[in-house]
Each structure stands twice: as C-alpha cells, then as structure tokens.
C-alpha cells in the first residue's frame, strides 16, 4: 500500500456553469485524433461516458503526496489552459454539476460506441447516474492475495463512514437535494436494472480471491447474461459498481465513494486519511458487520456528518469518523500528517456538501437560489486553479 494512483472527474463549464460537450475536441487538439486517453509525459486524460467530462490521472502512482499534489495540479493547470485558449472555459470539481439539466449533455459519441449501445438496452443512460457523477477514485496497490484481503475487508469498513467527510454534491438540477451525498444516491440507481452489479455499494466481508469471484463476479455475469449482454460486457471486472473494487488486471484496489473535491489538495489530503487509517485497522482488526456498515453508509450518504449509526465507536457519523481520523494520526507518515488537518477541519465544520448547502441558502436570503448557486460554484472553481480548499 505504498503508492496512490488518483482518478479525478470534472466537468467542463463556461462562464455561467453551463455544461460544455467539448472533451472530444480538446483530446482531439491533443492527440490529433478521437481516442480515449491521451498519455503526455506526467499525466493522462481522457473521456467519461457524458462529453462534458474529462478524467485527468497519473501516469504513475506516486510514493509522496507532495508529488501526487504539484503533479495533478500542474496537470489541472494544463487542461485549464487549453480549454481557456479554445473555448473560454473551465473546469469545475465537486460530486456533481448543480445547475445540468439531462436534456442539455450527450453521452460519448465515439470510441466505444458499442459498449454504450449496449449499456442503453440494459440501463437508462438519460439519468444522472451515467450524466452527471463526478468521483475521486483512488488506487491502492497490493502485493499478494492476504495483503490485498486485508486492505479490501478495511476499507470496507472504513469507506462505510468516508462519504461523511468526503461528499460535496448537494445540488441537483438547481435545487437543494434531499440527500447530503447525492453523487452517491444516483450512483447506485445507474445499474439499478441489474442490482448484483453495485449490490449494497458497501462490499461483504471476503477471505480469498475465489471468494470474491463466486459471490460477485459469477453473481453480476450471470444476471447481465439472463438480460442478454454479451459476453465482452458480463466478463469484464469493471462492471462491478461496488464502492471498493480489487481490479486483478492493476494489482490494485480501487476506492470509489469519494466525491470529487475541489481541489487536489483536498484530494490529497483523502487520499493520506484513507492510506494511514487503513494501515492502523489492519492492525486493529475490527470488522463491525455487514448490516452495520451498510445502514450507516446509507444513512451517511442521506445525513452526512449528522447521521445517526450504528458502530461502537460512535452514535454520528461525527463521532466515528473522529475515531479513524485519531486511528490515522497514529499511524500516519511525516508526509501523510501534513495533510490530515484538512479532513480535520471537515470533520469539524462540516463536508464540503453541508458548507455548500448552508452558504447558498444563507445567500439565497439576499438574491435568487439560482444566483447564489452561481456564486458559490465560481468560488469553487478558483478554488481548484489556486488549490486552496474551501472551508
């Protein structure tokens, strides 16, 4: 678990916040041609399924956090640039895009096409689920199966409460949504037509690799054959929607139930919080049950840092998430703890989801919901060019 592979996803906006279906054009300028990746010397980018979006990642999965930081936001800086030069735009972080309206985005035309014709029989791809969903995805490596067990079965458990610190998609569609996480709550309805695909979100506890293959793999494979997929979609191991995901083909495992932030120092700062709590839980040994973990997580992605839970170490989210962060600090590095005050700070004033929530309706008083949404999200987005996290 010695290095972090970053995932972000942001969505391209003008001015006004309004969604640009430009990814295409802008990899195109690049790589001279439509693909889906383009790999430059520090990073790589490349499409989502909606073509208002753009992924932005390493190349390599960095040792430090200070590296991962100056690294990813040099590249943020970069794909900034370019989107200035040619379309006057910019890119905006966060879970979800707050003002889209699903008539107003298209999903990736070009590459993959009979991936997504196929993903269209089987889901509905008009939906905020395969639209407008921005994660931080996070890759941690393992070695050998036990090593790779033990991270899976600790961050299941610990990704349970994460969304509490982690969220930052209040808004839907202009409005202020019932659900602190909503990223989350539509992440789960995308594949809602075959439920093995995402199960709980929150992964059962396993104890070998066979295991996982048994209950999970040959679960989703053989529903997404009865609803007549092929097999190149029902053999593929990116299927699985589960929030944390062991991707043999990597040796890594991938942490999916982080919002994206606004910005890559808070990013970071996730990202040491995950590594270091882990480290101490695999020591602990501590694996509440699955019942448990996934009525906090659903209550987490409704409440956030006020939900009431189940875990022993805690009545709120507040409180659980306090103990991990005490967990964390101890079995930090010097260069992981440089970071940890960040989700400190979050965890005491609030996600990024609820300090967005409270300053629109505090500014809601003086002007229009819509006007305040637009203000608010333009602090965001200097936020991720100046890489200063919004508290």
């Not at 990814?23 to 001279?32: F, N, P, V």
């Not at 494979?221 to 083909?249: F, H, N, V």
């Not at 919080?273 to 992605?301: E, K, M, Q, T």
Request: some cysteine.
């Amino acid at each position: 678990m010695g290095a972090l592979g970053p995932e972000h996803e942001f969505s391209i906006v003008d001015e006004n916040l309004k969604p640009l279906s430009v990814s295409s054009q802008i990899i195109k300028a690049c790589a001279g041609q439509i693909v889906d990746v383009v790999y430059l010397q520090k990073f790589a980018f490349g499409k989502e399924a909606a073509l208002h979006q753009i992924e932005i990642k390493t190349v390599e999965p960095f040792k430090s956090p200070e590296k991962f930081e100056e690294t990813m936001h040099d590249s943020v800086l970069t794909i900034l640039e370019l989107l200035r030069a040619k379309f006057n735009a910019q890119l905006l972080g966060t879970g979800m895009h707050p003002t889209l309206q699903l008539e107003d985005t298209t999903i990736w035309p070009h590459t993959c096409q009979d991936i997504y014709n196929e993903y269209g029989k089987l889901f509905n791809l008009k939906s905020h689920g395969w639209r407008n969903i921005q994660s931080f995805q996070l890759n941690l490596p393992y070695y050998n199966e036990p090593w790779a067990i033990a991270i899976y079965n600790s961050l299941a458990h610990l990704c349970s409460y994460l969304p509490a610190i982690s969220a930052s998609s209040p808004i839907i569609e202009s409005e202020l949504s019932p659900n602190i996480d909503s990223r989350l709550y539509h992440y789960k309805m995308k594949t809602k037509e075959i439920p093995s695909i995402a199960g709980d979100i929150i992964p059962r506890r396993i104890f070998s690799f066979n295991q996982l293959r048994n209950d999970v793999f040959d679960k989703y494979s053989m529903d997404l054959a009865e609803a007549g997929a092929t097999e190149k979609i029902r053999q593929s191991e990116w299927m699985d929607q589960r929030g944390i995901i062991i991707k043999p083909s990597r040796s890594a495992i991938e942490v999916r139930v982080m919002d994206e932030q606004e910005c890559i120092k808070s990013d970071v700062a996730l990202s040491c919080f995950i590594r270091s709590a882990v480290r101490g839980l695999i020591d602990i040994n501590c694996h509440p049950s699955h019942n448990v973990l996934v009525n906090d997580y659903n209550s987490i992605v409704a409440n956030g840092l006020a939900a009431k839970v189940l875990h022993p170490q805690g009545k709120t989210a507040r409180d659980v998430c306090k103990y991990f962060l005490g967990i964390a600090t101890e079995y930090a590095s010097k260069d992981e703890k440089r970071y940890l005050w960040v989700v400190k700070k979050r965890i005491e004033e609030g996600n990024l989801s609820e300090i967005i929530r409270s300053r629109v309706i505090d500014k809601s008083r003086k002007t229009s919901q819509d006007d305040a949404i637009l203000s608010i999200y333009l602090q965001l987005g200097k936020a991720l060019l100046k890489n200063q996290p919004y508290f």
